[in-house]
T-cell receptor
Framework: NAGVTQTPKFRILKIGQSMTLQCTQDMNHNYMYWYRQDPGMGLKLIYYSVGAGITDKGEVPNGYNVSRSTTEDFPLRLELAAPSQTSVYFC????????????FGEGSRLTVL | GQSLEQPSEVTAVEGAIVQINCTYQTSGFYGLSWYQQHDGGAPTFLSYNALDGLEETGRFSSFLSRSDSYGYLLLQELQMKDSASYFCAVRGVSGNTGKLIFGQGTTLQVKP
């Protein structure tokens, strides 16, 4: 059981470039999330989805876009990368049981230079 | 607004008990969760309180009081490996069932 898989694990971008962080889960979870975490800080919600075809903004959505065409996949798109987007990005899905448990991917460390 | 407040740092000695508090300014949420994160790793789930009261899971316990807008994580018999960051989180803020936000985290340092 792979759980939540994120790719890539590391990436360096130049200012103005675009890229997509991939996230897939094989647990049939409806709710999926993207967070960013700056050094020494908490997790900030970028976007979330409660099911295929439904996405919503979180706390810090500017500069990002998402789509949710299938239950399994929830990619995060960065357009026109800026140094302020240097961070660690975590994808997560919410377990089906009512335990409040988020299952996290290993994270994607992004540096924008 | 929606916010969860935690102390930034807590220090304790091995074998002791430590309590990490979480106060929040939001309403209508489904429950309060706690996560542990070691340096360089992803957060891992520790505990969840859907209802007021105490939930116990081994050395860790968590408490929620909705009337006081307050919760805490209690760690007993501290071990060196418990040195990590701890985050509280709530889902369902402002009537959005999926919205799940985190506090800023508390760094726990366990000393010998």
């Amino acid at each position: 059981n792979a759980g939540v898989t994120q790719t890539p694990k590391f990436r360096i971008l130049k200012i103005g470039q675009s890229m997509t962080l991939q996230c897939t889960q094989d647990m049939n979870h409806n709710y999926m999330y993207w967070y960013r975490q700056d050094p020494g800080m908490g997790l900030k919600l970028i976007y979330y989805s409660v099911g295929a075809g439904i996405t919503d903004k979180g706390e810090v959505p500017n500069g990002y876009n998402v789509s949710r065409s299938t239950t399994e996949d929830f990619p995060l798109r960065l357009e026109l990368a800026a140094p302020s987007q240097t961070s660690v990005y975590f994808c997560a899905s919410l377990g089906l049981a009512n335990t409040g448990e988020l299952f996290f991917g290993e994270g994607s460390r992004l540096t924008v230079l | 607004g929606q916010s969860l407040e935690q102390p930034s740092e807590v220090t304790a000695v091995e074998g002791a008990i430590v309590q990490i508090n979480c106060t929040y300014q939001t309403s209508g949420f489904y429950g309060l969760s706690w996560y542990q994160q070691h340096d360089g790793g992803a957060p891992t789930f520790l505990s969840y309180n859907a209802l007021d009261g105490l939930e116990e899971t081994g050395r860790f316990s968590s408490f929620l009081s909705r009337s006081d807008s307050y919760g805490y994580l209690l760690l007993q018999e501290l071990q060196m490996k418990d040195s990590a960051s701890y985050f509280c989180a709530v889902r369902g803020v402002s009537g959005n069932t999926g919205k799940l936000i985190f506090g800023q985290g508390t760094t726990l340092q366990v000393k010998p």
